[in-house]
């Protein structure tokens, strides 16, 4: 039996449809389609253990058809996981293609939820460059993975201040290149500004004013809050 095939017993005893196995693990029903037809062998990331832990099987009984007993003395992990899915790179002062048509599954990593915003969506960028390296009381530096919330899913709850560490997407060429970037909001009365915090002075702040049109002639949107940085040794 394949793993796409213990995914479908799993939700069998459950009584559960695609839908619902894609509602509540936050991986995408076209993802969970895919599983459930064979289409891909190994999911990208943490996609196995959120799907395990979703349904309540072993990790181990899901991915190789292992019974984990009792008298193995291995400990199911307890509290509930989210599906963050990695949405891109951040770097700044680069301007990449934007492809509309992009179908490529995305890397899904198992997070905590969010305390304070247990609905919202929570996204992984990937930082490049070092355009944050001298940030207080903590640096965001190249290599690590930040874990930010969906600003749209907030915009109602949260007002924007001063000091706010945010992901910040510029466009260009009628939408069709677009930047991201890791920025620390300034708020002043007739503007807004997004500085990055860094020892290298080539990195310059995003200058808006109240209609969001930038200084450049560039359109500037918040797209995320950084809520959390991840940096995994390798050894």
Do not use: C
């Amino acid at each position: 039996m394949n793993w796409w095939q213990r995914l479908q017993v799993a939700m069998d005893a459950k009584g559960w449809k695609k839908k619902e196995l894609s509602n509540r693990s936050g991986i995408p029903y076209d993802s969970v389609n895919k599983y459930l037809r064979g289409d891909i062998s190994q999911p990208r990331g943490d996609t196995l253990k959120i799907l395990a832990n979703t349904l309540g099987v072993s990790h181990l009984w899901l991915r190789d058809g292992i019974e984990v007993t009792e008298h193995q003395n291995v400990k199911p992990i307890t509290g509930q996981l989210v599906a963050a899915a990695v949405i891109g790179r951040v770097e700044a002062g680069t301007f990449r293609e934007v492809d509309a048509f992009d179908q490529r599954e995305r890397e899904l990593v198992s997070v905590p939820p969010d305390d304070r915003f247990p609905n919202a969506r929570q996204m992984i960028f990937d930082v490049s460059g070092d355009s944050m390296n001298d940030l207080k009381p903590r640096p965001i530096l190249e290599g690590d993975r930040i874990v930010a919330i969906s600003f749209e899913d907030i915009a109602n709850e949260v007002v924007l201040r001063d000091g706010m560490v945010v992901i910040v997407e510029r466009s260009k060429d009628g939408g069709m290149t677009r930047e991201w970037s890791v920025k620390q909001v300034e708020i002043y009365q007739d503007r807004t500004e997004f500085h990055p915090r860094s020892t290298n002075p080539r990195h310059k702040p995003i200058i808006i004013n109240r209609d969001y049109s930038a200084d450049d002639g560039t359109q500037v949107e918040i797209i995320a809050l950084a809520r959390r940085i991840i940096n995994d040794l390798s050894f």
